[in-house]
């Protein structure tokens, strides 16, 4: 096996008649074979090499996720060209600056609306030869052409597949850019076809999985997910709607899940604000319920005997709390994966309490996304697990995680001191702190840049704090923590207003962020959590004070990454008069 479509074809000729995709419809979901995914790969790959997509080329896709996402990267690569990822979210500058520097020929477009944002930059893409469109309007020009017109029946198929090396460019995945200019990240088939071997080897998914995915394919998690799911042939449920996950978990029934910490956060709230405006019985029982859990959870992962009391209590719990938890997600989750950012120990206890399990695992793009993984059998919450089969680890002086192994990327394009920098003698430089227990497991404790160092001296992880607070107050949508080389640490929060607004309405409580989070009773509510968490740190690590600010962080706004990481910068930047403010005296 030496690619991503030779991968694809080994699958195909193993389970040719096995669900591979399940997509949505008008008339419910629909499945597709792997013998007709193969199909339209083919065809597509045919098609895209009449138009130039070819060895040595690149070819963009600004697309969200959804199945024809998978086919036009799988048949990109068939043609032994690599995939450039756009994430929809970019703005026609951002895009224009990735397709430009990846130097692709070919731009495959999700709809007119991306094509509009295309099409202002046109001038600045003068490599472009076509925008093909998958829900839209070609253009008189011939620049814009459809998707359907681009299949073809003519050309050796296997040929270009067979031509394909290990070592060739497979994906050109930008980084976020949090701290900076975005880099392009080359990650080749190697690279891919390792995340697949590797989960092969730990045994964690198969055949008879069901799996939804709606994680950005833009993001090396997404894509990861991609190769590892047609190296084991786990059918995969495709929906990149985020408002429609609840849904299509009670719909679907899935085994499995992977998400960013963010969406389980939000589940975790709306749960516990619910139980709080239900109040009297109900949230009694609840709070019951989840100290129970925690109990039960903390004294297994100890390996602390349970005694039998505390045994006959969860069993009540469960049945009058945790179960009807878990009929929501479908009844039939073995566990989620969690990674792109820090989960708090806290939401991830509780999920396991319910009996849904959170995998946390850890990776760069830099990494192939795939590195550590808790293992089912192993979880250790607060650390993202043991190192994948293959992959090296150590420790530098400073406390940064070094990594190597087939994951780590070929380098960034184009910027070799960059590359220089970030891999030494094969090993690449995280910018993570951690650290490794006895067992070999790594704990993340921050980013290297970002670690707050105050006035006096001390170092503080804001990601830490961060998430503490998030799990204590339900409202809490973002949390930023601010201290560098200030004299001592404060906040910005933001509200979850579809999990604070019931509370709101039930507390006859201004419905405008703008002038709930100036009243009394919500800030008393953000208050209360930051002393809950101030009280278990040392002084220096505590919040002194906070504002809730009237707007959420977004992706569309600029503070928060396509993976809803915040961008540390941006926050800084456009709310600095607030945090100055928090120092004026």
């Not at 998430?467 to 200030?486: L, M, N, T």
Request: proline share 4%; with cysteine.
């Amino acid at each position: 096996m030496s690619s991503i479509p030779s991968l694809l074809r080994d699958r195909i000729a193993a389970t040719p008649d096995a669900e591979a995709y399940r997509v949505p419809s008008d008339d419910g979901w629909v499945s597709l074979t792997w013998r007709e995914v193969g199909d339209r790969v083919r065809g597509l790959a045919l098609g895209l090499a009449k138009l130039g997509s070819g060895p040595g080329t690149r070819v963009s896709i600004l697309c969200s996720t959804r199945l024809e996402w998978i086919l036009c990267d799988l048949a990109v690569l068939a043609t032994g060209a690599a995939t450039t990822t756009i994430y929809p979210s970019n703005t026609a500058a951002e895009a224009a600056f990735i397709i430009g520097d990846s130097g692709s020929t070919l731009v495959i477009a999700e709809n007119d609306d991306q094509v509009a944002k295309l099409r202002s930059v046109q001038k600045e893409l003068p490599g472009v030869t076509n925008v093909i469109v998958i829900d839209g309007t070609p253009s008189d020009d011939g620049w814009v052409i459809p998707l359907g017109s681009v299949h073809s029946d003519e050309g050796d198929y296997d040929a270009m597949v067979n031509a394909i090396a290990q070592g060739d460019l497979a994906t050109l995945i930008y980084t976020s850019g949090t701290t900076g200019r975005p880099k392009g990240v080359e990650l080749t088939h190697d690279n891919w076809l390792y995340t697949a071997e590797a989960i092969r080897e730990i045994r964690m998914i198969s055949a008879s999985d069901l799996h939804f995915l709606w994680l950005p394919l833009s993001h090396s998690f997404g894509k990861l997910l991609e190769v590892v799911t047609i190296g084991e042939g786990v059918p995969t449920a495709i929906d990149g709607r985020l408002d429609k996950i609840a849904e299509n978990l009670g719909v679907l029934r899935p085994t499995f899940m992977a998400a960013a910490p963010r969406i389980f956060e939000k589940i975790h709230n709306t749960v516990v604000a619910n139980m709080r405006n239900e109040g009297g019985l109900k949230l009694r029982i609840f709070e019951w319920a989840r100290k129970t859990g925690i109990r039960v959870v903390r004294a297994r992962r100890r390996g602390v005997p349970v005694p039998l009391t505390t045994r006959i209590e969860y069993a009540l719990a469960d049945r009058l709390v945790f179960a009807k938890l878990r009929e929501r997600f479908g009844g039939r989750i073995r566990y989620f994966i969690s990674g792109a950012a820090p989960l708090s120990q806290d939401i991830a206890e509780f999920f396991d309490a319910a009996g849904l399990t959170i995998l946390e695992g850890y990776g760069l793009t830099e990494s192939s996304a795939g590195t550590f993984l808790n293992r089912p059998e192993s979880v250790m919450f607060g650390t993202v697990g043991l190192p994948l089969p293959g992959t090296e680890v150590r420790i530098a002086e400073d406390g940064e995680i070094l990594i190597k192994g087939r994951g780590v990327m070929r380098g960034y394009h184009n910027l070799p001191e960059d590359t220089a920098e970030a891999l030494e003698d094969g090993w690449l430089h995280t910018g993570d702190i951690g650290e490794l227990d006895d067992v070999g497991r790594l704990r993340i404790t921050d980013r290297k840049k970002e670690l707050i160092k105050t006035s006096g001296g001390k170092y503080v992880a804001p990601a830490y704090l961060e998430g503490k607070i998030k799990a204590a107050c339900p409202y809490v949508s973002h949390v930023f923590v601010h201290g560098d080389r200030r004299n001592y640490v404060t906040c910005l929060v933001t509200l979850d207003m579809e999990v604070v607004r019931p509370w709101a309405q039930a507390n006859s409580l201004p419905l405008d962020p703008g002038e709930l989070r100036e009243h009394p009773r919500m800030r008393a509510e953000v208050e209360k959590a930051i002393d809950q968490v101030n009280a278990g740190e040392a002084s220096f690590a505590t919040v002194k004070k906070f504002a809730i600010l009237g707007s959420d962080f977004t992706v569309e706004t600029g503070e928060l990454t396509a993976s809803l990481k915040i961008k540390r910068k941006a926050v800084e930047e456009r709310y600095g008069s607030v945090l100055d403010g928090f120092y004026d005296s």
